[in-house]
């Protein structure tokens, strides 16, 4: 009986690894087909090296891509190092919730005769005692 309920369990295991497999399989597949579907000429692709670029044209036959990466630069390469389409970024709204600001209370602020950090200040003005000539 324990020779049965294992081999039972093999098979079991091994058939849900297959149906697995299958599965992405077929997810790859149609993930592949789609971005086949959006590598037309005139769209800004990237290469599986990291080369962007604009595709200027796909030669099926030979499988050769031709890509233009500055304005009169065309590379050849090979059509399946294509790896993406690059969507343009759109930059979305910020929030229109503005983040909380602290109020300065009257009431409680301290009264400083500091200035402020930046601000210019006569020296002969801070020195006490000191008197300003104007020779």
Known sequence: MGDTTLTIVMVVVLAALIFFMFRNSRKRQKEASETRSKMVPGVDVMTNF??????LSINEDDNIAE???????II?????????????????PAETEQPAVAELNEDHAIASNEPEFGERVDDAVNKPGSKKSDD
């Not at 990291?50 to 595709?55: D, F, N, T, V």
């Not at 890509?67 to 630069?73: A, F, H, Q």
């Open 76 to 92: 050849k390469v090979h059509r399946q190092v294509l790896a993406r389409v690059v969507e343009p970024k759109v930059d979305e």
């Open 50 to 55: 990291g080369l962007y670029g604009k595709l």
């Open 67 to 73: 890509i233009e990466t500055s304005p009169g630069n």
